[in-house]
């Protein structure tokens, strides 16, 4: 498995991960925007204005988009976005790290291997305290941030959604 930033080089395999949650109307947590993307090449554009606080829209954070790769067979499993720094709804409600694993690859510790590989890179952009959120009932997600150290905060109702939250802080 690897984490890398997503290229060109994947165009194929970004479509057909964009494409597996879009059949199974599952949302697309932590890819950057790509459900209102439909050439690869544009969201990945998009995410290079979002890398550079010069450059990243307003109101918006600089983030690190991050695909997870299976070397086997070089299929996109997961996706990862990385915030480095938190703007007030993010510190209430979104955190750090929003993260998926594609529908038909759940339930295989992908999730919990892509949020391990991530958090030596949240390091390296000077981020301490990791500030991840899920929805309340989400145990495989809950699972996840556990497993990688995650303490659990509160949990927070987010009203634009009409969701129950859950935050959790991983230390490094």
Not at 161 to 170: F, G, S, T, V
Request: one cysteine or more; aromatic letters at 8%.
């Amino acid at each position: 498995m690897k984490l890398i930033e997503p290229t060109m080089e994947y165009s194929e395999q970004i479509r057909a991960y964009r494409q597996e949650f879009l059949q199974s109307g599952d949302s697309m947590d932590g890819t950057g925007g790509l459900r209102q993307f439909d050439d690869p090449g544009e969201w990945i554009g998009f995410l290079e204005k979002h890398k550079d606080p010069e450059t990243v829209p307003e109101g918006r954070v600089p983030a690190t988009q991050l695909i997870f790769v299976r070397e086997e067979d070089n299929k996109i499993v997961g996706m990862l976005d990385i915030r480095h720094t938190l703007n007030d709804y993010l510190r209430k409600f979104g955190g750090h790290i929003g993260y998926s694993t594609a529908p038909s690859e759940r339930r295989r510790g992908y999730a919990t291997q892509m949020l391990k590989a991530a958090l030596p890179v949240c390091g390296e952009l000077g981020i301490d305290k990791v500030l991840i959120t899920c929805i309340r009932g989400n145990e495989g997600s809950k699972r996840t941030i556990q497993n990688n150290g995650g303490i659990y905060e509160c949990t927070v109702y987010e009203p634009d959604e009409k969701i129950e939250l859950e935050k959790y802080w991983i230390t490094l």
